[in-house]
């Protein structure tokens, strides 16, 4: 059976092994002025799609989203996405894997920068951004004497300034309290690396110092969800994901999710999606 395909960083030059973890495209270079389609697949380093101009598709975990003007595009790695962009689209692909090392080696500004998957900006914040994109594009192909220091310290400005106008959206419509995002942002990656072994409210809790009904007052306020509802739509993604990228048979990827009874594994699935995990991976494949 047809599993999806893991790709890996596209680099067109190898002579720098030093810095082989990183790169940049411009869309127009990537798709020579045309079309691109790519079907569904998933990455093992962090994807960022910047269109300042384009239309299209892009589907990031089942979840479709238009392309427009003035589009950004997070991924991170281990994502399932298809992308579809139409002729004359403009803006930068960038890619770098997992241990690629900003200057100051700042983890919690990429888990941070990298929490949402799509944000549109006014012209005037995304404007910046391009500009810092096409400084650190300018740096990547001339590969002058410390472009890496430059490209690194570009970077880490490039999410910064994104969080700045992402946060300044916010405020727009709701006052934010930092504490609560920060706490948001790390139940949400506690969530993805942790959730094949943990799958109770007050496991996430305690890792968080938290009592599950303050942990809960932070979901509910920010995102409308209870923590029991956040860890099953993080099951049911990865569920989803194995379905879709392996060929293993139903009580494998039950196991893999920590699940021993793969009866009720079954059922939960069918509760949330109204799918047998067999028939979904029929129509979905």
Known sequence: MKSIPIRSIHLKDHDTKAFDSFN????????????????????NFYFLLVVSKGKGLHEIDFVKHEITNSSIFMLRPGQVHQLHLK???????????????????????????????????????????????????????????????????SLEIFLIQYLRHQQK??????KPDLYQQEKLQELLHLLEVGITTKKQVAEYAELMNLSPFQLNSITKGLLGKTVSELIEDQILLEAKRHLLATSNQINQIAFQLGYEDVSYFIRFFKKLTGYTPDVFRKNFR
């Open 169 to 174: 959206r916010q405020n727009d419509t709701v």
């Open 87 to 153: 002729a004359g689209s403009e803006g930068f692909i960038v890619e770098f894997d997992k241990g690629f090392q900003l200057l100051s080696d700042d983890n919690t500004l990429l888990r941070k920068a990298f929490t949402s998957n799509v944000c549109r900006l006014e012209k005037k914040g995304f404007d910046i951004l391009i500009y810092i994109l096409s400084s650190i594009f300018e740096e990547y192909k001339k590969k002058q004497v410390g472009f890496e220091k430059v490209i690194k310290a």
């Open 24 to 43: 940049i495209r411009s869309i127009r270079e990537v798709t020579s002025g045309k079309g691109l389609n790519q079907d569904l697949h998933r990455h």
